[in-house]
Nanobody, 122 residues
């Protein structure tokens, strides 16, 4: 089973920035779509952004577009999530996932990382 490893989470004040990284443990993503999801306590997991690692584009959850940016490195071994102007409501565990369909439905992703905590305080 291919594993994904997230890093870059932490605590930040309102208005701050963080960059999350997602690396495939086998040095290659198993599927062509890599997405970021997040889950806050007591809430359902929600999609944040997804990118086609073959260069087909990226998509965002509407409320987050403009503050969050998903990208990949040239070697296509790491997917990033740049988060700017962070707000307390962005506090959640952030997960990366790989799947064959580039959407924000967590049910269509079959490979997941362990998650990284992001905490935004005022």
């Amino acid at each position: 089973q291919v594993q994904l490893v997230e890093s870059g989470g932490g605590s930040v004040q309102v208005g701050g920035s963080l960059r999350l990284s997602c690396v495939a443990a086998t040095d290659r993503f198993p599927n062509r779509c890599v997405a970021w999801f997040r889950q806050a306590p007591g809430k359902e997991r929600e999609g944040v952004a997804v990118i086609s690692t073959s260069g087909g584009g990226s998509w965002y959850a509407d409320p987050l577009q403009g503050r969050f940016t998903i990208s990949q490195d040239n070697a296509k071994t790491t997917v990033y999530l740049q988060m700017n102007s962070l707000r307390p409501e962005d506090t959640a565990i952030y997960y990366c996932a790989a799947g064959s369909r580039c959407n924000l439905n967590p049910k269509t992703f079959n490979v997941w990382g362990q998650g990284t905590q992001v905490t935004v305080s005022s």
